[in-house]
């Protein structure tokens, strides 16, 4: 699974590039949206909710969490007037990171909004990543493909675009597979989330991180 990725070819881009980028294939009749997360460790800059979170005020990086609600619920609506419904698969290592514990409280908003998101257990996945891990990407359709990349700091520094349609597909079934394997998003919310303390984030390792 993923087999083929690591030796893809593709088109390096900056963020402002590749933002545009995806704006306009996203209108352009896609199909479907994919979104495969793996990082652990990330900072959001700028979004609000992750200032508090990273300032160590947790009740207020809550509730500025889900002030966010109607943002999401306009994008979604926006989905689906253009017919393009979407997929999210948050691979969750433990012990569960500070930011991917914060993360979480952030897609709940987003799922009770409608947006459908599944977890899987990174344990659950150790054999497919005996030599790499599973790549972090956003996929339009069978159009195009993503691959964020960082820089030495961590910090989101653009993508990486591929559009040879074979290893597109291949991905997407990947994806199948594993979103198949995933668990409903609030059955591992109450069970694994919801009992912990607030996270302890001083010195945490983080890198920048794109929008929700």
């Known amino acids: 699974m993923f087999d083929s ?66 943002d999401y619920a306009k994008e979604l609506r926006r989905a689906r007037r253009l017919r393009i419904p979407h997929r999210r698969l948050r691979v969750v290592e433990f012990p569960i990171t500070p930011y991917v514990q914060w993360e979480l409280f952030v897609l709940r908003v987003r799922v009770e909004t409608g947006d459908a998101i599944r977890i899987i257990d990174a344990r659950d996945i150790a054999g497919i990543e005996r030599s790499h891990p599973v790549p972090e990407v956003v996929i339009l359709g069978d159009v195009v493909m993503y691959e964020v990349v960082y820089d030495g700091d961590g910090n989101a520094d653009g993508a990486k675009r591929y559009i040879d349609s074979a290893l597109i597909r291949e991905t997407n079934a990947g994806f199948d597979a594993l979103y198949a394997r995933g668990e409903a998003f609030f059955d591992f919310f109450d069970r694994e989330i919801a009992p912990l303390a607030p996270p302890r984030v001083s010195g945490a390792p983080t890198g920048l991180r794109g929008s929700r």
């Open 5 to 70: 990725f690591p030796a893809g070819v593709s088109q390096r881009m900056d963020r402002p590039t590749y933002h545009a980028d995806l704006g306009r294939i996203y209108t352009s009749g896609i199909g479907f949206l994919n979104k495969l997360e793996r990082g652990q460790h990330f900072k959001e800059r700028g979004f609000a909710s992750w200032e508090a979170f990273a300032a160590g005020d947790w009740d207020r990086a809550l509730s500025l969490a889900d002030e966010g609600r109607e």
